[in-house]
């Protein structure tokens, strides 16, 4: 089975979640079950059906969260030298060479669960994450977008 890389702060936030949803949302709903049950008919009892129907939803969530959590393989990129190569993990400072404003941008790369373009995280399988492995400070990547090719100039690599 292949490991999915995964930053250290990824894996705490998968950890967190499922530390919620182990101790208090499934103990709720287990209460909320047993609450329910005393009303009587279960046929027709709508606080029955929907707290079954959360409790599934935890459960399955828990089972994912916990697969995830066994496959990954974390990455601290903190506890790397930093060699100025864009690596999994690494923040880069890119300058937009296209729109003749030198525009910078910052992103890191992480793993698909992790993305949140509005973060600035991106996907190491993402296009722009893709053409920047293995670049280093001063290199230009053309990265091929929705809008087109766009070339960057890795301004900067931060292992953060």
Known sequence: MNRVPMTAAGAEQLQEELNDLKKVQRPRVVAAIAEAREHGDLKENAEYHAAREQQGFIEGRIQEIEAKLSNSQI???????????????????????????????????????????????????SPIARGLIGKEEGDIADIQTPGGKVEYEVAEVLYI
């Open 75 to 125: 990455v601290d990129i903190s506890k790397i030298t930093n060699t100025g190569k864009v690596i999994f993990g690494s923040t880069v400072v890119l300058i937009n060479l296209e729109d003749g404003k030198d525009t910078e941008v910052r992103y890191q790369i992480v793993g698909d669960d992790e993305a949140d373009i509005k973060q600035n995280k991106l996907s190491i399988n």
